[in-house]
């Protein structure tokens, strides 16, 4: 798929949802990082993120159980401060559809118009 812009003005080979919220990759929705972050904010915690996920790596070729796990806790720390997990970071009622299949929610409709484009 040809890059599509998303939030923030930066480009992305996944399609953004409409109200910037969700990005699909193999047709899940998966949760955009809160856009009220600044840049430097998302940059510095998306190093941190890139940074525990290389952790969960080298722990696991060490067969470290205890070193993964605190890699895996690095890794959610940062994903939450990112607003990909937790609570949303929108406040108008929306439900969090985080991880649902495109096709059985709001974003059907739009979602099967991609294949059309």
Known sequence: ????????????????????RYFIVGGRLWRMSDPRLTAAARKALVSELMAARRAVNTARRKADRSAEDAAHANVDRAKRALGERGPAWWNDGAPDLNRRMAHTTPYARWYAGLADA
């Not at 798929?1 to 910037?20: I, L």
């Open 1 to 20: 798929m040809a890059d599509v812009p998303k939030h923030g003005g930066h480009m992305s080979r996944y399609p953004v949802t409409p109200d910037g």
